[in-house]
């Protein structure tokens, strides 16, 4: 029952569903011109690196990193199945990003998520790694169904 995080298969059709699924979310909950997700394409464009967390080959979650600049990425794509939520996996493929992050060398790591209720989960999660909430970063303005999360590394 070990967790096992892999660079993710686009071919992978459970992968294309959660992609799909929280896109649907996305657009279900913030207004069109506040969704910052990425699609299929766009996390397979260059600069990107997404994994996948399974168990016993069970798609549990993703999760990415978008490199801003030599010193800075991003996190995007952070999703979990619903049969996953709350068992730790959000944390787990977290702790992994920021391991990622720190071996390229970054020295900051940002992301955005939505201020809507539906979001109170992922900004808990990024509060208790030690995410603070910051300006607008790269290319992002203020918005205010998004929040924007920064931690120094």
């Known amino acids: 029952m070990t967790l096992v995080i892999t660079p993710a298969d686009f071919t992978d059709e459970q992968l294309r569903r959660l992609i799909d699924e929280h896109l649907a979310d996305m657009h279900a909950t913030s207004p069109a011109e506040s969704v910052h997700a990425l699609d299929n394409t ?44 709350g068992a730790g996996i959000g944390a787990h493929m977290l702790t992994f990003l920021l391991e990622q992050a720190r071996d390229r060398g970054y020295k900051r790591l940002s992301l955005e998520t939505g201020s809507q209720p539906f979001f109170a989960p992922a900004r808990r999660l990024y509060e208790r790694h030690g995410f603070v909430e910051c300006p607008p970063f790269a290319d992002y303005v203020l918005d205010p169904a998004s929040v924007f999360m920064t931690l120094e590394l």
């Open 42 to 85: 766009g996390l397979q464009a260059a600069g990107v690196s997404m994994w996948t967390i399974h168990r016993d080959g069970d798609l549990l979650g993703c999760g990415a990193l978008k490199e801003l600049n030599p010193s800075e990425g991003e996190i995007k794509a952070m999703r979990t199945t619903p049969a996953a939520r």
